[in-house]
């Protein structure tokens, strides 16, 4: 007998996790809807957000949620905005 394994929700990701992590997403979803039409697909550790092809990634981590871009395998992130700090500081 085969055992059927559940696909993953998005639900699944938010479960147990404080409410302010779903709403940031729910902000994001409805931020990137005004675009146009955006499929979610669920995966196991993440959520990707599709129109031709994936163009976000949200991984839930245990109080954060860490975003993804598919343009962040190209476009290095200025150190300063890595580190937290001010874009329009001067490099220390």
Do not use: C
Not at 8 to 14: L, M
Not at 30 to 50: C, D
Not at 76 to 86: E, I
């Amino acid at each position: 007998m085969a055992t059927t394994i559940a696909s993953p929700r998005v639900d699944d990701h938010f479960e147990n996790r404080p409410a302010v992590l779903r709403n940031a997403y729910d902000a994001v979803l409805a931020a990137s809807r005004r675009f146009g039409p955006v499929k979610v697909e669920p995966k196991k550790t993440s959520i990707h957000l599709v129109r031709v092809s994936a163009f976000a990634g949200v991984a839930v981590r245990k109080a954060t949620i860490v975003r993804g871009t598919p343009a962040e395998a190209v476009l290095p992130v200025p150190t300063a905005l890595a580190r937290g700090g001010n874009p329009d500081s001067p490099a220390q």
